[in-house]
């Protein structure tokens, strides 16, 4: 060691080498580096995340389709409308004493009277408008009787006779 050779003394070793011999977590080709900045973390971040205009495009199209679904309904009903306005509307007959227009007369009432009136009341009262000679007689005394149970027994009367 006195000899003065710088070969017995230890390796000292360089900044560079120091650098290079460092901890994996230190060095940037290592797998195991730390990045105090993660630049690929935040172009995925990016990616997977949409912008708030591709977001606003996004919600955009949504509604254009809500509203087109919206349009073509309504369309679509205009259209029912414009042919119910057109068509002439089917009415009812008036029942007579002919025994042989007796179902025709029953089939147009329910499906364009009593379908569509609630109370028994009134279907008693348009009965009777659409009723003329003897059948209407027939009936007559039932207009006397409770509504429920007077619409009921002209139905029962018309259909036994």
């Known amino acids: 060691m006195t000899s003065g050779n710088m070969g017995d003394l230890p390796h000292v070793k360089t900044e560079r080498e120091l650098c290079q011999v460092s901890s994996p977590f230190l060095n940037p080709?290592?797998?195991?580096?730390?990045?105090?900045?993660?630049?690929?973390?935040?172009?995925?971040?990016?990616?997977?995340?949409?912008?708030?205009?591709?977001?606003?495009?996004?919600?955009?199209?949504?509604?254009?389709?809500?509203?087109?679904?919206?349009?073509?309904?309504?369309?679509?009903?205009?259209?029912?409308?414009?042919?119910?306005?057109?068509?002439?509307?089917?009415?009812?007959?008036?029942?007579?004493?002919?025994?042989?227009q007796y179902k025709t007369f029953v089939m147009a009432f329910e499906a364009r009277i009593q379908s569509r009136v609630a109370s028994n009341a009134d279907r008693r009262y348009y009965l009777d408008q659409h009723l003329i000679g003897e059948p209407k007689d027939l009936i007559c005394g039932c207009v006397h009787i409770e509504p429920d149970k007077g619409y009921l027994e002209a139905r029962r009367l018309l259909e036994k006779e």
């Open 29 to 100: 080709t290592s797998d195991l580096y730390y990045h105090a900045f993660p630049v690929k973390m935040k172009t995925k971040i990016k990616r997977e995340t949409p912008s708030a205009q591709e977001t606003e495009e996004e919600l955009m199209k949504e509604v254009f389709k809500l509203q087109n679904a919206e349009i073509q309904s309504m369309v679509l009903s205009q259209q029912q409308l414009v042919t119910a306005v057109t068509l002439p509307q089917p009415e009812v007959p008036r029942l007579g004493g002919n025994p042989m």
